[in-house]
Nanobody, 127 residues
């Protein structure tokens, strides 16, 4: 069993930055690939970024490429999402997720491979 708890969300102005964290417990984070998704009100949950077990490889949605960076600190059992140059359209609840397999990173754009999800943290970008 894996528990995921997101933090770091908040209100920020357009162009600002936030860093989200996802603290994992239950088993070593190095044993699973992880990802970030987001869901705006009345919209579907969308893929943001994914990262391999080691942190060597990452994959991004086109909408955040060049602005967001996913990283992980396996020693701290924590996943991060550094978000820069934020836009109002980035406003959403952000969720981290974990998958116990070792799949091609492009697979992780879908929700179905993920075994565990956090409760989410709200990010609001004002214009």
């Amino acid at each position: 069993q894996v528990q995921l708890v997101e933090s770091g969300g908040g209100l920020v102005q357009t162009g600002g930055s936030l860093r989200l964290s996802c603290a994992a417990s239950g088993r070593p984070v190095s044993t699973y690939a992880m990802g970030w998704f987001r869901q705006a009100p009345e919209k579907e949950r969308d893929f943001v970024a994914a990262i391999s077990r080691s942190g060597t490889n990452s994959y991004y949605a086109d909408s955040v490429k060049g602005r967001f960076t996913i990283s992980r600190d396996n020693a701290k059992n924590t996943l991060y999402l550094q978000m820069n140059s934020l836009k109002p359209e980035d406003t959403a609840t952000y969720y981290c997720a974990a998958n116990l397999d070792s799949l091609a990173l492009s697979t992780y754009v879908r929700q179905t491979p993920y075994d565990y999800w956090g409760q989410g943290t709200q990010v609001t970008v004002s214009s």
